[in-house]
């Protein structure tokens, strides 16, 4: 039994739908603000501060300036990969493979905030039995039993959210895994019920549908809507075209 007002919070309510990463030479400093606001005009309902070449205290500052003018919104802000910047300014926070464990950076800000975590591969959420002795030999002694049940807790416990990266290639981020396709969001799905979205490559409304009917609950956007020329207008027409694609399910 946990003491009162310990209860572990539901992670299930997080809206997901239309989420936008900034890029700094989309979204250049002096009009992150403006068109992060444009792109929650127009139906955005999560923003994520994604810039590698700022300088802490330029990534602090742009990150405050969002958080103040996100607030009235309610629309929440994630920070990519800056532990420190999303405490300091109490942003969430989005971790790649290759960055600190989910689990880590959840003990670090809390059960409260908003932790996501990119998945490149299917194996990244079902580890194999190879790396895990110890769910082997829990499945060799339970001949016919259901493994997923066995699973000892991986870091997927720690998220608020999941992101199939990349669907498709993209010149905004080359570095990237192969890409996954519908399909690939289609096998994550059956592996998480946490909210999932699908990343790279979504930049027309028809492509927003395609990962929504393979089971995302959402899309994240870059050159999408900071690349257009109406931001406002480019998250209202992906926006709605995910609200009809999760209406047509
Ligand atoms: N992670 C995987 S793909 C990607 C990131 C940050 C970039 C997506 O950019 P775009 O312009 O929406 O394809
Ligand atoms: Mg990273």
């Not at 300091?88 to 003990?107: E, I, K, M, Q, Y």
């Not at 998945?119 to 829990?138: K, Y």
């Not at 899309?219 to 694609?245: C, H, K, T």
């Amino acid at each position: 039994q946990r003491p009162p007002g310990e209860e572990l919070p539901d992670r299930s309510g997080l809206d997901v739908r239309l989420y936008v990463v900034t890029d700094p030479s989309l979204a250049p400093a002096d009009r992150l603000v403006e068109m992060c606001l444009a792109a929650v005009a127009g139906g955005a309902t999560l923003v994520q501060l994604r810039d590698k070449q700022a300088s802490d205290d330029e990534l602090l500052r742009q990150a405050e300036a969002l958080m103040d003018a996100l607030r009235p919104s309610g629309v929440p802000l994630v920070v990519n990969d800056r532990l420190d910047v999303a405490r300091h300014v109490g942003a969430g926070l989005h971790v790649g493979v290759r960055d600190a464990p989910p689990s880590a950076v959840r003990r670090e800000l809390g059960e409260q905030a908003i932790i996501g975590w990119s998945v490149e591969t299917l194996e990244q959420l079902s580890p194999s039995l190879e790396t895990l002795p110890e769910q082997r030999a829990a499945e060799e002694s339970s001949v016919g039993e259901s493994s997923v049940a066995q699973r000892p807790p991986g870091e997927t416990e720690a998220c608020s959210y999941l992101a199939a990266s990349p669907v498709w290639r993209t010149p905004t981020k080359t570095d990237t895994a192969d890409a996954l396709g519908p399909p690939g969001v289609a096998a994550l799905r059956r592996r998480t019920s946490l909210p999932l979205v699908g990343i790279g490559g979504i930049n027309t409304p028809e492509r927003a549908a395609e990962v929504i009917a393979a089971g995302a609950d959402g899309v994240a956007v870059v050159s999408g809507v900071f690349g257009a020329d109406d931001p406002e207008a480019a998250a209202a027409g992906l926006r709605a075209a995910v609200d009809d694609a999760l209406r047509a399910r």
